[in-house]
């Protein structure tokens, strides 16, 4: 199949419209029409339903588009690498993390990575799902468990636990609990068990749940869980990293806490080279190991 107009279907397929994806090619909206209709009778399938409001790829069309994406994020990792210097770190890094930790913990570290790299540009996307890296979706991911592909590198950074914090206002008012039991006498805060979230934080506000807590607030992440903490709202179940940022809050119920959640890094193997990477690789075992020595520091570990 001709190249250029695999590269202008895809763009049609994409924007849905012809006037859209002439405007992002440079194209008159006739010589992008011609393009499809060329590519239509080479391949002797119809690819797009056409309709007032746009255009609909037919079941033909969604399998080329595959196919098509697929080879644009192939050739993106291949241009990546190629623009990679060997003495420079500079260019788009795209990065993927839970909502809870990119928002708590990455995102306020961010401006050393920054000052050190002024050129590098992260585009950091937080979401619950875990993004296919090696279709690259994202180019690096901090995940709250070992990646199942094979074709990753990845490192484990370090340990997270779900532990029980409340504002010390909050304990002034109500009491500090010192047990589960006490937890009848106070509002939890919490994400829903239905939430995307770690299992191990799951089960443990299953087993807080069945201790009838006197009132509850559910949020569906941990930045909503912090708000409610720092405003005196209740007792929260946080991730124990949050405590290095907020040293304020109180750590209650300290035998009440969940499993251990490894936190690993990972990214795929055609950029072991990538000078971006490892840049931000580097940076983030460098903040991990000034987390662990504060904690050390505060007795926490």
């Given at each position: 199949?001709?190249?250029?107009?695999?590269?202008?279907?895809?763009?049609?397929?994409?924007?849905?419209?012809?006037?859209?994806?002439?405007?992002?090619?440079?194209?008159?909206?006739?010589?992008?029409s011609?393009?499809?209709?060329?590519?239509?009778?080479?391949?002797?399938?119809?690819?797009?339903?056409?309709?007032?409001?746009g255009?609909?790829?037919?079941?033909?069309?969604e399998?080329?588009?595959?196919?098509?994406?697929?080879?644009?994020?192939?050739?993106?990792?291949?241009?990546?690498?190629?623009?990679?210097s060997?003495?420079?770190?500079?260019?788009?890094?795209?990065?993927?993390?839970?909502?809870?930790?990119?928002?708590?913990?990455?995102?306020?570290r961010?401006?050393?990575?920054?000052?050190?790299?002024?050129?590098?540009?992260?585009?950091?996307?937080?979401?619950?799902?875990?993004?296919?890296?090696?279709?690259?979706?994202?180019?690096?991911?901090?995940?709250?468990?070992?990646?199942?592909?094979?074709?990753?590198?990845?490192?484990?950074?370090?340990?997270?636990?779900?532990?029980?914090?409340?504002?010390?206002?909050?304990?002034?008012?109500?009491?500090?609990?010192?047990?589960?039991?006490?937890?009848?006498?106070?509002r939890?805060?919490c994400?829903?068990?239905?939430a995307?979230?770690?299992g191990?934080?799951?089960?443990?506000?299953?087993?807080?749940?069945?201790?009838?807590?006197?009132?509850?607030?559910?949020?569906?992440?941990?930045?909503?869980?912090?708000q409610?903490?720092?405003?005196?709202?209740?007792?929260?179940?946080?991730?124990?990293?949050?405590?290095?940022?907020?040293?304020?809050?109180?750590?209650?119920?300290?035998?009440?806490?969940?499993?251990?959640?490894?936190?690993?890094?990972?990214?795929?193997?055609?950029?072991?080279?990538s000078?971006?990477?490892?840049?931000?690789?580097d940076?983030?075992?460098?903040?991990?190991?000034?987390?662990?020595k504060?904690?050390?520091?505060?007795?926490?570990?």
């Open positions: 199949m001709d190249w250029d107009k695999l590269r202008i279907f895809h763009a049609v397929a994409d924007a849905g419209s012809l006037t859209h994806a002439g405007d992002k090619l440079n194209l008159s909206q006739s010589a992008v011609r393009q499809i209709r060329a590519l239509e009778e080479s391949l002797n399938s119809t690819l797009f339903h056409r309709h007032a409001r255009l609909i790829l037919t079941e033909q069309g399998l080329l588009f595959d196919a098509t994406s697929a080879m644009t994020k192939r050739l993106d990792a291949a241009a990546a690498r190629i623009r990679d060997e003495e420079e770190v500079f260019g788009e890094l795209r990065v993927t993390t839970t909502f809870g930790f990119g928002t708590l913990w990455l995102a306020p961010l401006p050393k990575l920054y000052e050190k790299y002024p050129d590098l540009k992260v585009d950091l996307m937080l979401e619950e799902r875990v993004l296919d890296l090696p279709m690259r979706e994202a180019d690096v991911a901090i995940r709250m468990k070992e990646p199942s592909q094979a074709d990753l590198i990845r490192k484990r950074l370090m340990t997270v636990r779900m532990q029980l914090y409340a504002s010390r206002e909050y304990l002034n008012e109500h009491g500090t609990p010192t047990g589960i039991v006490d937890i009848v006498k106070h939890l805060i994400q829903n068990t239905s995307a979230q770690v191990a934080g799951a089960t443990l506000v299953q087993t807080l749940m069945a201790h009838n807590p006197q009132s509850l607030l559910t949020v569906n992440n941990y930045f909503g869980v912090l409610g903490v720092l405003h005196n709202l209740g007792i929260g179940v946080l991730p124990d990293y949050v405590t290095q940022d907020f040293p304020d809050l109180v750590h209650v119920m300290t035998e009440t806490e969940s499993a251990d959640v490894p936190v690993f890094l990972a990214y795929p193997e055609e950029l072991r080279h000078q971006r990477v490892a840049a931000f690789k940076f983030v075992q460098d903040e991990i190991i000034a987390h662990r504060q904690l050390r520091q505060q007795g926490k570990i």
